[in-house]
């Protein structure tokens, strides 16, 4: 990314590397990176950054070694469909999946908690995009831990332990996914309160924004220190060197878009993904299918002529 702002900066100081002192208090929502408040500004950025992510995925697609899973997780209004929208919207539909996992079906709350989200990880070649994903169950289920009741655990397994059991799974399963060749990163989208009730009160404005909004949106974010302490414990607990979290100010759409795409890039990059290189038998055979296609126009041009002097 041949850019004035120094994107692999940015992308260190929303990565976080040090888990065991992440505070999520220090990370602006509404930080620019000296980015401008005017979006058009920033489109000829974008536009770049979705050409590289689209020959990336192109190449990820050919060398066919690795999967790349993209994580996202916000509260409500934070933008990760706007991000999935705006930084994916040049890659190929046929080598990208989108999962946006909501409320657990009777089925998923009969299987382990991870269940639902490990069969829809991404085949090889492939990214697949989590909006939201098996981190609703320290998040959503942590705030509401009724919700444990619905799963029909063993009681002896729903004490407080809980959450360092299912951090620790969820770290075990992610480290699984890498090391068989799977990229995993997860976003934060970082929005303060007073820019989801802006953004909540714009849905209710727009006659056909509204089907976004429900009455629960309201219960929610009347919860919301405990999920930001949640996000708090969650980080902490679950960004690693293999898996790590980037915490991605979204009070400004635009600049949450750029930071993705360059976290996305940057990650994609270190894979030193190339076309598969054809040698012997096989390229010896597709030089013949070669010659003969290149055939087919000789022959065919020699058909006309002999045509034309017929008449």
Known sequence: MHLAVNFAKIVRQCRVDKPGRFKLAEHDPAERFGLSTDIEDVRPVLAKSIDRLADLQQRLFANGEWAVLIVFQGMDAAGKDSVVKHVMSGINPQGCEVHAFKAPSSEELEHDFLWRTAKDVPARGRIGIFNRSHYEEVLVV???PQLLGKQKLPPDLTDKAIWKH?????RAFEHHLVRNGTLVLKFHLRISKEEQRKRFLARLDEPFKRW????NDLAERARWDDYMAAYEDLIRETSTGYAPWYVVPADHKHVAWLVVSAAIIEALETLKLDYPKITGRALDELRECERALRDEATDGKKSKR?????H
């Open 306 to 310: 002999e045509k034309s002097k017929q």
């Open 166 to 170: 299912r951090f620790k799974s969820i």
């Open 212 to 215: 976004k909004f429900s009455k």
């Open 142 to 144: 942590r705030v509401h």
